[in-house]
């Protein structure tokens, strides 16, 4: 099965349901097929997003759920990682986030999990 990468849009779009993105999220998840690749980069912007005292808790459920999936890779913070993005960021941002681009094509691609 292939690999997706989730990025921050996409999860809180996934806990917020006034999100514009919402409703597409969710049809996204349901559908989903195959593993989930994200970084603790990603979950580092989606815990400040939700750092108020009102959403501190949506973060957390969201962590325990990822954290309890099989089918979900949390990369761990790496700086060849990190550079990699860096230097990919001239490639163009998209809409749901810069690391999406800079996946297709790290160093990352040759392993197993992250074929194009």
Do not use: C
Request: without cysteine.
């Amino acid at each position: 099965m292939k690999a997706v990468f989730a990025d921050s849009f996409y999860y809180l779009a996934i806990v917020n349901a006034d999100d514009a993105a919402h409703e597409k999220a969710v049809r996204l998840s349901e559908g989903l097929r195959g593993s989930i690749v994200t970084t603790a980069w990603v979950l580092t912007e989606v815990a400040d997003a939700l750092a108020a005292p009102g959403q501190r808790s949506s973060f957390l459920a969201l962590l325990d759920t990822l954290r309890s999936d099989p089918e979900v890779t949390i990369l761990p913070p790496d700086e060849e990682l990190f550079e990699a993005g860096i230097d990919r960021t001239h490639v163009g941002r998209t809409r749901s986030g810069l690391l999406r681009t800079a996946f297709r094509s790290g160093p990352w691609s040759t392993w197993g999990w992250m074929k194009r």
